[in-house]
């Protein structure tokens, strides 16, 4: 992303802050501010815009469409200010008017997505093209990089894929360049002209690599990608390692869930053997971390039935009870995982865990598919909320490049954010079924 672009997004925050802040003295009056209101709306006003960045309300390619603004927008405030409110009601005596909360909601959810959307078109029109030429052979690169022209708005572009001669690539640096940087999409290609690479960094031409801007602009490891630079992808997964800070996350996370729903899970249990007798939970070996089986629990949303090897979820509808019907959208079915979460055989956030069967599978015939359990397999994850439900191998390929993309950059803020969309995914009914 152009780095104009990125300040943009920086400075659009603080921007939004102050709009809160102005449209919040007007309601009240600056005679009337106090250091106890203050700082309520400096809470109120924060939570806010982090409710708008975790429902991914200033990413690039949604924050120049209008109606992704206010739908990422209406969906982050009213998340931020219910979450907001909790800090205001057990620290403060003397509370912000109703009022305020009103015109704060007003306007975060119309008039500040049409200052940050009318913005961010503005400033990426006057965004200059950039044009790479690419080492690599086009048919190979160019679905990938047609991908990240579209995520770009169309400001990155191929001026020219070159399966290269020394003397092609030496003659396009030599003229005066009609690109702007070169592109290294394939390592082996790059060894052959090293020497002409090294001759354009002396005359001042940048030099990329596929990975990075695949990685910025798409937010997931494309299989193709990731085994063109094979040596550097599996020195970066060998270093992965399991964070503590998670852990202690997990263990908050699940005990407040199993606490908060446990009348819920019981309404729902009663359901199920009322409906379909026992057993209420449905206990399945699933691959976790370090390609180690365990146990996972769910409650059982399908008719008992022998079946003789492992289906998609697509293939047994005619089996879904009535209770499954609600349970499943809306992911109930899955609660008795935090359980799960609890003991430490999964966590709240990484890859979902796979049957044994679709495992073994996907090892022999998807390059870096054991990647996936470098870290503990997930009740929510990046490619939960990015990606639909995978029904088929091909569809399993495209949504590891999520989980790869989830692996190498993993940190607390990226598990905070994934968290929050987490709901996004709930009430849009998106994901994994």
Known sequence: MNRKTKKMKILGAPILFIILLLSQSATIGY?????????????????????????????????TSMNSCFVTFFTGTIAGTLIAIIPILLFFDQRLHQNLFIITLLTSCILNPIIFCLTMKTMIKSLPIKKYLVIGKQSEIEPIFKEIEEKSMGKIKAYMYMNPS??????????????????????????TVRPQIEEAKKKGIKIDYLPKITEEYLQRIPIK??????????????????????????VCISIIALTVLSPIMLFVALWIFFEDGSPIIFKQERIGKDGKPFIMHKFRSMR??????????????????????????????????????????????????????????????????????????????????TYQYAANREETAKKLSYDLYYIKNRNTLFDLSIILQTLEAVVWKKGAK
Not at 42 to 56: D, E, H, S
Not at 231 to 240: G, K, L, S
Request: avoid cysteine; charged fraction near 30%; proline fraction near 5%.
């Open 225 to 250: 990608i990731a085994e063109k630079f094979k040596d550097y992808y599996e020195i970066v997964f060998d270093n992965i390692k399991e964070s503590p800070a998670k852990r202690v996350l997990d």
């Open 304 to 385: 008992n039935e022998q079946k003789e090897k492992a289906k998609f979820v697509t293939d047994e509808q005619h089996r879904i009870l009535k209770i499954g019907k609600i349970l499943r959208p809306i992911r109930l079915d899955e609660t008795p995982q935090f359980w799960d979460i609890l003991i430490g055989k999964m966590s709240f956030i990484g890859p979902r865990p796979e049957q044994v069967n679709f495992v073994n599978d996907y090892n022999e015939n998807i390059p870096f598919y054991s990647e996936r359990h470098r870290l503990k397999t997930g009740l929510t994850g990046w490619a939960q909320i």
């Open 31 to 63: 005679q009337q501010w106090t250091v106890n209101f203050l700082i309520q709306a400096i809470i109120l006003n924060l939570f806010i815009l982090i409710g708008i960045y975790a429902f991914r309300g200033f990413e690039y390619d949604k924050s």
């Open 166 to 191: 020394a003397i092609a690539l030496e003659r396009e640096i030599t003229l005066e360049p009609a690109f702007h940087e070169i592109l290294i999409a394939d390592p082996k290609l790059e060894k």
